[in-house]
């Protein structure tokens, strides 16, 4: 069974950089992702990585980066040039196993981390 902790969280100004970490235990899927929620609305996907592949969502692209390093199992998301827009609990996330498909859809993913908070200030 896979687990996922997700750490990096915190509070910063507009323009402030911060990257989270995520950390998998159990079978490595191929596929891990980024979504965020904010109260009062639906996880939204921010980022996905796949191989050599990924894909991020309108909002973030040219700010945030995904990045996997497969020696020390973990997933980070580099986030640049942050914005208050970007406040929201940041989840860590794994589609199914062999599964090699980046999906948009939170209902495509099975595995979730607790998430971390990311504040940013205007």
């Known amino acids: 069974q896979v687990q996922l902790a997700e750490s990096g969280g915190g509070l910063v100004q507009a323009g402030d950089s911060l990257r989270l970490s995520c950390v998998v235990s159990?079978?490595?899927?191929?596929?891990m992702g980024w979504f965020r929620q904010v109260p009062g609305k639906q996880r939204e996907f921010v980022a996905g990585i796949s191989g050599g592949s990924t894909a991020y969502s309108d909002s973030v692209k040219g700010r945030f980066t995904i990045s996997r390093d497969n020696g020390k199992n973990t997933v980070h998301l580099q986030m640049n040039n942050l914005e208050p827009e970007d406040t929201a609990v940041y989840y860590c996330?794994?589609?199914?196993?062999?599964?090699?498909?980046?999906?948009?859809?939170?209902?495509?993913?099975?595995?979730w981390g607790q998430g971390t908070q990311v504040t940013v200030s205007s």
């Open positions: 996330a794994a589609r199914p196993g062999r599964i090699t498909v980046i999906a948009r859809d939170r209902t495509q993913w099975r595995s």
């Open positions: 159990g079978p490595s899927p191929n596929v």
